[in-house]
């Protein structure tokens, strides 16, 4: 499994309409290939930055099949509009796991 980790800091003043924004989007992740998790988390001593991350079964089920897809776009559109720069998106896999 890859794990996709977005940074994505949104303008300010606008962390409850991102927050609905990212709710309403959960359907797109649930039905996408190859997506098997999905969860955005804020950081605490920055408040206007969150960290998506997803778990995908391949790295082509991200960047080919969501990133090509209609959700996809959809997914920009919903939330878009409140990131402040684009978001950082890195690929990891695990290489030691303790649990």
């Known amino acids: 499994m890859i794990h996709e980790i977005a940074e994505i800091t949104i303008k300010p003043g ?6 609905a924004a990212v709710r309403e989007a959960v359907p797109l992740f649930r039905r996408a290939k190859g997506c098997v998790s999905m969860r955005i988390d804020r ?4 408040p206007e930055t969150y960290r998506l991350l ?7 089920n991200h960047t080919v099949d969501f990133r090509g897809s209609e959700d996809f776009q959809a997914w920009r559109a919903l939330v878009g509009g409140y990131f402040a720069e684009p978001p950082k998106v890195e690929h990891l ?3 030691v796991n303790g649990f």
């Open 14 to 19: 606008t962390a409850e309409a991102f927050e």
């Open 43 to 46: 950081t605490i001593e920055r």
């Open 54 to 60: 997803i778990g995908w079964a391949t790295l082509e």
């Open 93 to 95: 896999e695990t290489v």
